[in-house]
């Protein structure tokens, strides 16, 4: 029960002072279970973020699963998996609350319009990173992607299953060079 | 009221089970639940929540799944919305740690992971596109040419690696002074 009330402990904090989400939180995950509790060896951390980066949903909740999972099995992935969702659930829930009363206030108006075209700038930082070393068909595939969900309404989720599916084909074909 | 419940879980499962990319890229999906589908906020709202959660602690698909909920079906929806982004993620994950060494180097993994990552950068690059240019006017973002400006400082200050939570306050600030005081 104590391993277990260690490992909420810890992802509370993961929960409780990540800011800005994905990448962010990774030195910080990176510190309180490889230097602060010696869960998982450093090498062991790249392939977590590897896997945890593949898995859909958000990385800290995956990596939370991970490591609960390793520590203490099922019950850890889940002691892990409240600690992370807890401090995000009642902050917001609190701001909800508040912030429903607030939306009319004349000033909160005018600073959230200042924000809105921030918040479209600090979407588009992180393409740029990630269209480095793309080549013109992924360039191109994101291009259309982002044409159709954004004119045309379509579900992002088509693209990916498709994408998904393509990439699994590619890598058969490949495979089978390979061994000719 | 079961119904609205209802509906909000399944759209949460769906968002957390294909929210592949993490952060920004689940961005389009919860944009395409929330504002196209079930039209249970605005655009302008939408783009609300997002600077909301930059300021807040914690994953942006966990925070909007409390807020949309909490709007939507109040304390109750925001249990449902947020258990149901977790629950894919969970499930997945725990397969996958269970079953790691033998899927690490399989290539049609690696392959399935390279050919969504592609779709991955153009679903975050929809989701900015949606914010620029809605498909209403209302909650626009963009409103005149000071929205442009505060939005090519926040480029500029991210590209220099500035916090986004110093980022967001600042414009805040700057929206005050341009829009409040006037």
Redesign the interface.
């Known amino acids: 029960m104590r391993g277990l009330a260690e490992i909420f402990w810890s992802f509370l904090k993961i ?11 990774i030195p910080l995950i990176g510190h309180e279970v490889i230097e602060r509790r010696g869960w998982i060896a450093e090498r062991d951390f790249a ?1 977590l973020l590897t ?12 990596t939370a ?2 490591v609960g ?2 520590r203490r099995g ?1 019950a850890g ?2 002691a892990a ?1 409240f600690g ?2 807890v ?3 009642v ?3 609190a ?3 508040f ?2 009363n607030m939306r009319d206030n ?2 909160v ?20 990173g ?2 480095r070393g ?1 080549r013109g ?3 191109a ?11 045309f ?1 379509i ?3 088509w ?2 299953l ?11 074909v ?2 089978k060079e390979a061994q000719r | 009221m079961i119904a609205t419940l209802l509906q909000l879980m399944l759209s949460y499962l769906k968002i957390g089970f294909f929210g592949f990319g993490g952060g920004y890229a689940m961005l389009s999906l919860i944009h395409s639940e929330v504002v196209v589908r079930n039209a249970w906020l605005t655009n302008g709202e939408f783009s609300d929540i997002v600077a909301i959660s930059q300021m807040t602690p914690g994953p942006i698909a966990l925070n909007s799944a409390t807020y949309i909920g909490y709007e939507v079906a109040g304390v109750l929806g925001s249990v449902v919305a947020t258990l149901a982004v977790s629950l894919p993620s969970l499930t997945l994950m725990l397969l996958l740690t269970r079953f790691f060494l033998r899927l690490h180097d399989n290539r049609y993994v690696q392959g399935v992971v390279r050919g969504m990552r592609p779709v991955v950068v153009g679903m975050i690059a929809s989701a900015a596109l949606l914010l620029i240019f809605p498909h209403s006017d209302e909650g626009r973002s963009f409103i005149d040419v000071w929205s442009w400006v505060i939005f090519a400082l926040t480029l500029l200050g991210s590209a220099r690696k500035i916090n986004p939570i110093a980022l967001i306050v600042a414009s805040g600030v700057a929206g005050i002074v341009i829009y409040g005081l006037f």
């Open positions: 929960g409780a002072f990540t800011f800005g989400g994905g990448y962010a939180m392939d896997l945890a980066q593949s898995a859909p949903g958000p990385i800290a909740l995956n699963v991970f999972y390793k099922f992935a889940l998996v992370v969702i401090p995000s659930f902050i917001i829930l701001v909800a609350m912030f429903s004349a000033i108006d005018a600073a959230f319009r200042g924000m809105r075209p921030a918040v479209v700038a600090l979407i588009i930082a992180p393409i740029i990630l269209t793309m068909v992924g360039m595939v994101a291009a259309a992607v982002a044409v159709a969900v954004w004119y309404g579900s992002p989720v693209f990916l498709s994408g998904a599916v393509v990439g699994c084909l590619y890598a058969m490949r495979g």
